[in-house]
Protein backbone atom coordinates (compact mmCIF):
# COMPACT_ATOMS: atom_id res chain seq x y z
CA UNK A 1 0.00 0.00 0.00
CA UNK A 2 0.86 3.38 -0.35
CA UNK A 3 3.26 5.44 2.19
CA UNK A 4 0.34 7.86 2.39
CA UNK A 5 -1.95 5.25 3.64
CA UNK A 6 0.57 4.11 6.41
CA UNK A 7 1.18 7.35 7.57
CA UNK A 8 -2.93 8.21 7.60
CA UNK A 9 -3.32 4.94 9.84
CA UNK A 10 -0.47 5.50 12.08
CA UNK A 11 -1.07 9.12 12.80
CA UNK A 12 -4.72 8.42 13.13
CA UNK A 13 -4.11 5.82 15.90
CA UNK A 14 -1.62 8.56 17.79
CA UNK A 15 -4.47 11.12 17.50
CA UNK A 16 -6.56 8.77 19.49
CA UNK A 17 -4.74 7.94 21.81
CA UNK A 18 -3.99 11.74 22.51
CA UNK A 19 -7.86 13.07 22.89
CA UNK A 20 -9.19 10.50 24.21
CA UNK A 21 -9.57 10.91 27.75
CA UNK A 22 -10.97 14.80 26.91
CA UNK A 23 -13.02 12.83 23.92
CA UNK A 24 -15.43 10.84 26.63
CA UNK A 25 -16.00 14.74 28.60
CA UNK A 26 -16.71 16.24 25.53
CA UNK A 27 -19.35 13.45 24.28
CA UNK A 28 -21.10 13.34 28.06
CA UNK A 29 -21.77 17.08 27.89
CA UNK A 30 -23.38 16.42 24.17
CA UNK A 31 -25.13 13.48 25.53
CA UNK A 32 -27.00 15.94 28.08
CA UNK A 33 -25.31 14.78 31.00
CA UNK A 34 -24.56 16.98 34.08
CA UNK A 35 -20.97 14.99 34.08
CA UNK A 36 -17.61 17.22 33.79
CA UNK A 37 -14.20 15.94 33.89
CA UNK A 38 -14.27 15.45 37.90
CA UNK A 39 -17.65 13.53 37.27
CA UNK A 40 -15.59 10.82 35.23
CA UNK A 41 -14.84 7.93 37.49
CA UNK A 42 -11.55 7.87 38.81
CA UNK A 43 -10.00 5.00 37.24
CA UNK A 44 -7.46 4.10 34.46
CA UNK A 45 -10.11 1.90 32.29
CA UNK A 46 -12.67 5.26 31.89
CA UNK A 47 -10.15 7.40 30.72
CA UNK A 48 -9.67 4.62 27.75
CA UNK A 49 -13.63 3.80 27.53
CA UNK A 50 -14.19 2.97 24.15
CA UNK A 51 -10.38 3.15 22.90
CA UNK A 52 -10.43 0.13 20.97
CA UNK A 53 -12.82 0.97 18.36
CA UNK A 54 -11.75 4.25 17.68
CA UNK A 55 -7.72 3.63 17.29
CA UNK A 56 -8.50 0.51 14.87
CA UNK A 57 -11.62 1.92 13.03
CA UNK A 58 -10.11 6.06 13.10
CA UNK A 59 -6.59 4.50 12.03
CA UNK A 60 -8.10 2.83 8.72
CA UNK A 61 -10.30 5.76 8.47
CA UNK A 62 -7.38 8.13 8.78
CA UNK A 63 -5.66 6.30 6.15
CA UNK A 64 -8.81 5.99 3.84
CA UNK A 65 -8.87 10.16 4.21
CA UNK A 66 -5.70 11.21 3.32
CA UNK A 67 -5.28 8.73 0.69
CA UNK A 68 -8.89 10.11 -0.72
CA UNK A 69 -8.21 13.36 -0.73
CA UNK A 70 -4.29 13.51 -2.00
CA UNK A 71 -6.19 11.59 -5.60
CA UNK A 72 -8.95 13.74 -5.43
CA UNK A 73 -6.52 17.06 -5.20
CA UNK A 74 -4.42 15.94 -7.64
CA UNK A 75 -7.57 14.67 -10.35
CA UNK A 76 -9.04 18.13 -9.25
CA UNK A 77 -6.02 20.04 -9.93
CA UNK A 78 -5.57 18.47 -13.25
CA UNK A 79 -8.91 18.89 -14.09
CA UNK A 80 -10.89 22.52 -12.94
CA UNK A 81 -7.57 23.99 -11.30
CA UNK A 82 -4.03 24.74 -12.86
CA UNK A 83 -2.43 26.53 -9.99
CA UNK A 84 -2.83 25.77 -6.58
CA UNK A 85 -5.99 26.59 -4.78
CA UNK A 86 -7.33 26.21 -1.71
CA UNK A 87 -11.22 25.89 -3.20
CA UNK A 88 -9.46 22.54 -4.55
CA UNK A 89 -8.13 22.20 -1.40
CA UNK A 90 -11.46 21.84 0.06
CA UNK A 91 -13.30 19.81 -2.40
CA UNK A 92 -10.68 17.48 -2.34
CA UNK A 93 -10.98 17.21 2.05
CA UNK A 94 -15.22 17.24 1.18
CA UNK A 95 -14.62 14.17 -0.92
CA UNK A 96 -11.81 12.38 1.36
CA UNK A 97 -14.44 13.23 4.48
CA UNK A 98 -17.83 11.53 2.16
CA UNK A 99 -15.33 8.66 1.69
CA UNK A 100 -14.32 7.65 5.08
CA UNK A 101 -18.42 7.57 5.73
CA UNK A 102 -18.58 3.43 6.21
CA UNK A 103 -16.06 3.68 8.30
CA UNK A 104 -16.73 6.43 10.29
CA UNK A 105 -20.88 5.76 11.12
CA UNK A 106 -20.14 2.37 12.66
CA UNK A 107 -16.53 3.64 14.17
CA UNK A 108 -18.51 6.74 16.37
CA UNK A 109 -21.71 4.70 16.94
CA UNK A 110 -19.35 1.89 19.08
CA UNK A 111 -17.27 4.58 20.88
CA UNK A 112 -19.88 6.46 22.33
CA UNK A 113 -21.69 3.81 23.45
CA UNK A 114 -18.71 2.54 25.23
CA UNK A 115 -18.39 5.47 26.82
CA UNK A 116 -21.66 6.22 28.03
CA UNK A 117 -22.07 2.83 29.20
CA UNK A 118 -22.77 3.00 33.30
CA UNK A 119 -21.21 -0.96 33.09
CA UNK A 120 -18.09 -0.10 31.52
CA UNK A 121 -18.67 -2.12 28.41
CA UNK A 122 -15.76 -2.63 26.35
CA UNK A 123 -15.94 -1.33 22.51
CA UNK A 124 -16.49 -5.22 21.87
CA UNK A 125 -18.84 -6.13 24.14
CA UNK A 126 -20.67 -2.92 22.50
CA UNK A 127 -20.54 -4.73 18.83
CA UNK A 128 -22.16 -7.82 19.89
CA UNK A 129 -24.43 -6.28 22.21
CA UNK A 130 -25.77 -4.24 18.79
CA UNK A 131 -24.93 -6.95 16.10
CA UNK A 132 -27.47 -9.13 18.59
CA UNK A 133 -30.03 -6.74 18.58
CA UNK A 134 -30.29 -4.78 14.92
CA UNK A 135 -27.61 -6.75 13.33
CA UNK A 136 -25.69 -4.61 10.67
CA UNK A 137 -28.11 -1.90 10.52
CA UNK A 138 -27.50 -1.12 13.69
CA UNK A 139 -24.62 0.40 13.10
CA UNK A 140 -25.23 2.70 10.72
CA UNK A 141 -27.57 4.84 13.06
CA UNK A 142 -26.72 8.13 12.62
CA UNK A 143 -24.97 7.22 9.51
CA UNK A 144 -26.42 10.73 7.71
CA UNK A 145 -25.32 13.25 9.53
CA UNK A 146 -21.74 11.67 10.15
CA UNK A 147 -21.32 11.67 6.31
CA UNK A 148 -22.78 15.32 6.27
CA UNK A 149 -20.53 16.27 9.28
CA UNK A 150 -17.17 14.28 7.98
CA UNK A 151 -17.73 16.20 4.30
CA UNK A 152 -17.95 19.50 5.83
CA UNK A 153 -15.82 19.21 8.70
CA UNK A 154 -12.78 17.46 6.48
CA UNK A 155 -13.34 19.89 3.93
CA UNK A 156 -12.12 22.56 6.40
CA UNK A 157 -9.88 20.85 7.82
CA UNK A 158 -7.47 20.63 4.80
CA UNK A 159 -8.11 23.82 4.15
CA UNK A 160 -7.67 25.41 6.83
CA UNK A 161 -4.32 23.52 7.59
CA UNK A 162 -3.26 24.35 4.03
CA UNK A 163 -3.88 28.19 4.54
CA UNK A 164 -2.23 28.41 7.95
CA UNK A 165 0.62 26.69 6.44
CA UNK A 166 0.35 29.67 3.21
CA UNK A 167 0.72 32.59 6.38
CA UNK A 168 3.05 31.00 8.46
CA UNK A 169 5.05 34.05 9.64
CA UNK A 170 8.09 32.15 10.52
CA UNK A 171 10.00 30.85 7.60
CA UNK A 172 13.14 28.71 8.16
CA UNK A 173 15.66 27.68 6.07
CA UNK A 174 16.23 24.49 4.61
CA UNK A 175 18.17 22.61 6.60
CA UNK A 176 19.81 18.95 6.99
CA UNK A 177 16.54 17.86 9.18
CA UNK A 178 13.53 19.68 7.66
CA UNK A 179 11.28 18.21 10.31
CA UNK A 180 12.87 19.60 13.28
CA UNK A 181 12.46 23.08 11.82
CA UNK A 182 9.07 22.26 10.55
CA UNK A 183 7.94 20.74 13.73
CA UNK A 184 6.27 23.62 15.56
CA UNK A 185 4.67 25.25 12.05
CA UNK A 186 3.13 21.33 11.56
CA UNK A 187 1.74 21.16 15.46
CA UNK A 188 0.45 24.87 15.44
CA UNK A 189 -1.04 24.59 12.10
CA UNK A 190 -2.27 20.97 12.66
CA UNK A 191 -3.89 22.41 15.66
CA UNK A 192 -5.47 25.44 14.21
CA UNK A 193 -6.87 23.09 11.23
CA UNK A 194 -8.73 20.87 14.30
CA UNK A 195 -10.33 23.91 16.13
CA UNK A 196 -11.28 25.34 12.87
CA UNK A 197 -13.34 22.03 11.84
CA UNK A 198 -14.67 21.18 15.30
CA UNK A 199 -16.38 24.68 15.53
CA UNK A 200 -17.43 24.62 11.49
CA UNK A 201 -19.34 21.38 12.49
CA UNK A 202 -20.09 21.06 16.31
CA UNK A 203 -23.58 21.66 15.93
CA UNK A 204 -23.91 18.49 13.23
CA UNK A 205 -22.01 16.25 15.62
CA UNK A 206 -24.15 16.70 18.74
CA UNK A 207 -27.11 16.02 17.17
CA UNK A 208 -24.87 12.85 15.67
CA UNK A 209 -24.44 12.35 19.27
CA UNK A 210 -27.76 12.48 20.22
CA UNK A 211 -29.07 10.25 18.15
CA UNK A 212 -26.63 7.50 18.46
CA UNK A 213 -26.77 7.29 22.51
CA UNK A 214 -30.53 6.25 21.93
CA UNK A 215 -28.78 2.76 21.97
CA UNK A 216 -30.87 2.77 25.42
CA UNK A 217 -29.16 -0.21 27.26
CA UNK A 218 -25.84 1.61 27.40
CA UNK A 219 -27.35 5.23 28.81
CA UNK A 220 -26.98 5.68 32.42
CA UNK A 221 -29.94 8.53 32.53
CA UNK A 222 -31.87 9.60 30.03
CA UNK A 223 -31.92 13.17 28.75
CA UNK A 224 -35.20 15.00 27.60
CA UNK A 225 -34.33 14.80 24.32
CA UNK A 226 -33.84 10.82 24.29
CA UNK A 227 -36.14 9.91 27.11
CA UNK A 228 -38.02 6.72 27.15
CA UNK A 229 -36.17 5.63 23.89
CA UNK A 230 -35.55 1.73 23.05
CA UNK A 231 -33.81 0.30 20.31
CA UNK A 232 -36.42 -0.63 17.94
CA UNK A 233 -35.67 -4.39 17.22
CA UNK A 234 -35.09 -5.40 21.03
CA UNK A 235 -37.63 -2.85 22.62
CA UNK A 236 -40.19 -2.02 19.78
CA UNK A 237 -40.54 1.63 20.28
CA UNK A 238 -39.51 3.92 17.49
CA UNK A 239 -36.48 5.98 17.32
CA UNK A 240 -36.09 9.78 17.13
CA UNK A 241 -34.39 11.20 13.47
CA UNK A 242 -32.22 13.86 13.00
CA UNK A 243 -34.65 16.20 12.90
CA UNK A 244 -36.96 15.27 15.67
CA UNK A 245 -33.40 15.27 17.89
CA UNK A 246 -32.70 19.01 16.86
CA UNK A 247 -36.10 20.17 17.59
CA UNK A 248 -35.98 18.41 20.92
CA UNK A 249 -32.65 19.75 21.77
CA UNK A 250 -33.61 23.51 21.24
CA UNK A 251 -36.57 23.07 23.53
CA UNK A 252 -34.59 21.75 25.78
CA UNK A 253 -31.69 24.36 25.77
CA UNK A 254 -31.70 26.96 22.86
CA UNK A 255 -28.63 27.94 20.22
CA UNK A 256 -26.05 27.27 22.78
CA UNK A 257 -27.32 23.72 23.93
CA UNK A 258 -26.24 22.52 20.25
CA UNK A 259 -22.48 23.64 21.29
CA UNK A 260 -22.43 22.75 24.90
CA UNK A 261 -18.67 21.06 25.12
CA UNK A 262 -17.40 22.90 22.23
CA UNK A 263 -14.75 24.05 24.70
CA UNK A 264 -13.36 21.52 25.97
CA UNK A 265 -13.69 19.67 22.21
CA UNK A 266 -11.66 22.70 20.80
CA UNK A 267 -8.72 22.15 23.22
CA UNK A 268 -8.60 18.29 22.51
CA UNK A 269 -8.92 18.85 19.02
CA UNK A 270 -5.79 21.30 19.23
CA UNK A 271 -3.91 18.86 21.06
CA UNK A 272 -5.15 15.61 18.55
CA UNK A 273 -4.68 16.96 15.82
CA UNK A 274 -1.06 18.98 16.08
CA UNK A 275 0.04 15.29 17.06
CA UNK A 276 -1.30 13.82 14.37
CA UNK A 277 -0.10 15.85 11.89
CA UNK A 278 2.98 15.80 13.21
CA UNK A 279 3.38 12.05 12.86
CA UNK A 280 1.67 12.07 9.57
CA UNK A 281 4.26 14.71 7.98
CA UNK A 282 7.46 12.93 9.89
CA UNK A 283 5.83 9.64 8.75
CA UNK A 284 6.35 11.05 4.77
CA UNK A 285 9.16 13.29 4.99
CA UNK A 286 10.98 9.78 6.09
CA UNK A 287 9.41 7.30 4.25
CA UNK A 288 7.86 8.63 0.70
CA UNK A 289 10.72 9.54 -1.84
CA UNK A 290 11.25 13.23 -3.00
CA UNK A 291 8.13 14.22 -0.67
CA UNK A 292 7.95 18.06 0.44
CA UNK A 293 5.91 20.57 1.76
CA UNK A 294 3.35 21.61 -0.92
CA UNK A 295 3.80 24.79 -2.35
CA UNK A 296 2.21 28.01 -1.17
CA UNK A 297 -1.47 28.69 -2.65
CA UNK A 298 -3.53 30.78 -3.81
CA UNK A 299 -6.32 31.92 -1.04
CA UNK A 300 -9.32 31.41 -3.19
Known amino acids: MSTDFWAGYFSGAVGILVGNPLDIVKLRLQAGKTATSGAIPQRNAALAAGAAAPVLGYGALNALLFVSYNRSESALQKALFPEKSLVATWLAGAAGGLATWVISAPTELIKCCAQISISHDSSWRVVRKIWQTEGLRGFYVGGFVTAVRDSVGYGFYFWSYELANNYWPFMTQEEAHPMRNEAPKIMVCGGF ?108
Open 193 to 300: AGVITWASVFPLDTIKTRLQVQQSDFQSEASPSTRGLRTGNSHGSKRLGSSEIARNLFREGGLTIFFRGLTVCSIRAFIVNAAQWAAYEWLMMEFSQGYKKKDSLNPN
